[in-house]
């Protein structure tokens, strides 16, 4: 079946981008905030300024640890056989792993966001059928920060079987967030044959590496599990104003997390993060909507595929602050460029606007939008049943398809059906429906969801160990 897709950068334009990392990194250098992290990149050959914390690699280091840097991998959930794979042509979508504001599903405003909105959250990921992993959606004030990835990562663990994904804090409280993850995989070897998690190192643009994130990256290494390295390059803020320019600091950085995955747990499985944005030249705001999104998208799918990594791309999002013509333009636009480009993760579903918020609202449309995408990606045949020479042939001029056996056997399969959110309606059936707006039918969908939808209840005796765990971190962590 053909396929639709895109490219583009030229081979050699791929080639010059490529070069200018590798001169990024042997010329200028990543400054390293890790003291621990700066030895080991000295005891592996990279020229280091410890003074200056900066650490330069040459070419040969560079393609040595891409090489070894394994590039297909599977996460699991609670239940194993719902996996999300990385490297494989799959498309997945991950929900937001954690939001500081909160758009209220019934009132429409924004507000701080509580544990129970997690709830709600992670068992309407569970429910969605693009969502692939299930992030926490909220960062809740009523949970202790010490603790907070703790108690989400046991709210997620609970909620959904499906792979799982927040924002750890620190790397103490990392341990425990292991932990769990641990006791639901079956103990620490079970966990490492079987990742259950991704750990996300963001690099800091104009060339950093952070020491909180690299030291949480470190517990995440030692049990096994996959890193996601993606920096935010903003450009004419963080990055060259050319795009050129943003992608190849941007890919600079990522080969620079390589590098030191790579040098601190060869093997470690890599996803390629390209998700750099623009600065709106008028208001200095990063913007998630802008045409160049969805070209930077691409260009970085074609980068991460020159390397053989997975790659995740920031895509379906939007400026808008509200579901209208413009959300739809720009987030649409830019998650088909990138599926069609390739892209393995696509997120973060459930934002409304750039970072604004939360929303179960949104996470509906951006599911809906996601299964609309899926059947541009699909292509469709071209073979002799789908020519259908001898149908048109029996059924002649002024005859009829409709009743006609090809048509019952293909047309499920041939035509996207989509669900009440979408509307085809002739227009008076529509206005005897009330009138109503994507908005308003989506909003139906959600509130059927959450009053239908019950996740697979988790074993009661891994819910008191996972219970144990939480009350273990509260004591240690916050007193």
């Known amino acids: 079946m053909p396929k639709p897709r895109i490219t583009l950068l030229e081979p050699n334009e791929v080639a010059e981008i490529h070069?200018?990392?590798?001169?990024?990194?042997?010329?200028?250098?990543v400054r390293i905030h890790h003291r621990q992290v700066l030895e080991r990149m000295a005891a592996a050959g990279a020229k280091v300024d410890f003074d200056a914390k900066l650490a330069r690699f040459d070419e040969g280091t560079v393609m040595g640890s891409i090489e070894k840097a394994t590039k297909r991998y599977a996460l699991a959930g609670r239940d194993p056989s719902r996996t999300a794979r990385l490297g494989y042509g799959d498309l997945n979508l991950i929900s937001s792993p954690g939001q500081f504001a909160w758009f209220d599903h019934k009132t429409g405003e924004r507000r701080e966001p509580v544990l129970e909105d997690t709830r709600l959250a992670i068992r309407l990921g569970d429910a969605l059928?693009?969502?692939?992993?299930?992030?926490?959606?909220?960062?809740?004030?009523?949970?202790?920060?010490?603790?907070?990835?703790?108690?989400?990562?046991?709210?997620?663990?609970?909620?959904?079987?499906?792979?799982?994904?927040?924002?750890?804090?620190?790397?103490?409280?990392?341990?425990?967030?292991?932990?769990i993850y641990k006791a639901v995989a079956g103990g620490r070897q079970a966990l490492r044959r079987s990742p259950m998690v991704e750990v996300f190192l963001e690099p800091i643009s104009p060339l950093q590496l952070p020491e909180t994130g690299l030291?949480?990256?470190?517990?995440?290494?030692?049990?096994?599990?996959?890193v996601s390295i993606g920096p935010m390059?903003?450009?004419?803020?963080?990055?060259?104003?050319?795009?050129?320019?943003?992608?190849?600091?941007?890919?600079?950085?990522?080969?620079?997390?390589?590098?030191?995955i790579q040098a601190l747990a060869p093997g470690t499985p890599v996803m390629y993060g390209g998700?750099?944005?623009?600065?709106?030249?008028?208001?200095?705001?990063c913007s998630f909507g802008s045409p160049e999104q969805g070209l930077m998208a691409v260009a970085m799918v074609q980068l991460a595929r020159s390397y053989g990594f997975p790659v995740y791309i920031n895509v379906n999002l939007t400026d808008s602050k509200v579901l209208d013509a413009?959300?739809?333009?720009?987030?649409?636009?830019?998650?088909?460029?990138?599926?069609?480009?390739?892209?393995d993760l696509f997120g973060h579903a459930g934002i409304r606007g750039t970072d604004?918020?939360?929303?179960?609202?949104?996470?509906?449309?951006?599911?809906?939008?996601?299964?609309?995408?899926?059947?541009?990606?699909?292509?469709?045949?071209?073979?002799?049943?789908?020519l259908a020479f001898d149908v048109i042939a029996?059924?002649?001029?002024?005859?009829?398809?409709?009743?006609?056996?090809?048509?019952?056997?293909?047309?499920?399969?041939?035509?996207?059906?989509?669900?009440?959110?979408?509307?085809?309606?002739?227009?008076?059936?529509?206005?005897?429906?009330?009138?109503?707006?994507?908005?308003?039918?989506?909003?139906?969908?959600l509130a059927s969801i959450l009053q239908t939808h019950q996740p697979a209840p988790i074993d009661p005796a891994l819910d008191q160990e996972i219970t144990l765990i939480v009350d273990k971190a509260r004591q240690e962590l916050v007193g």
């Open 19 to 29: 070069a200018t990392s590798l001169r990024v990194l042997s010329e200028v250098g």
């Open 129 to 179: 059928a693009n969502i692939t992993i299930v992030g926490a959606m909220t960062v809740p004030v009523d949970v202790p920060p010490p603790i907070r990835d703790v108690a989400l990562t046991a709210e997620l663990l609970r909620g959904t079987t499906k792979p799982t994904r927040c924002w750890p804090i620190t790397r103490r409280s990392s341990e425990y967030v292991l932990e």
């Open 215 to 226: 030291d949480v990256m470190l517990a995440f290494l030692d049990h096994g599990q996959p």
């Open 233 to 260: 390059a903003m450009t004419s803020g963080t990055a060259p104003t050319t795009l050129a320019g943003t992608l190849a600091q941007e890919n600079a950085e990522i080969l620079a997390g390589i590098v030191v």
């Open 275 to 285: 998700i750099p944005h623009i600065m709106d030249p008028r208001t200095s705001i």
């Open 326 to 343: 413009q959300a739809g333009m720009e987030k649409m636009g830019s998650l088909v460029q990138g599926i069609l480009a390739g892209a």
């Open 356 to 386: 604004h918020g939360g929303s179960l609202l949104w996470l509906v449309a951006d599911d809906e939008a996601m299964t609309f995408a899926r059947r541009i990606a699909a292509g469709f045949s071209v073979d002799h049943e789908s």
């Open 394 to 445: 029996e059924t002649g001029p002024g005859g009829n398809y409709l009743s006609h056996d090809h048509t019952l056997k293909h047309f499920r399969s041939e035509l996207l059906i989509p669900d009440a959110a979408w509307t085809r309606d002739a227009y008076d059936v529509w206005r005897t429906k009330g009138s109503t707006r994507f908005e308003d039918r989506v909003g139906e969908r």
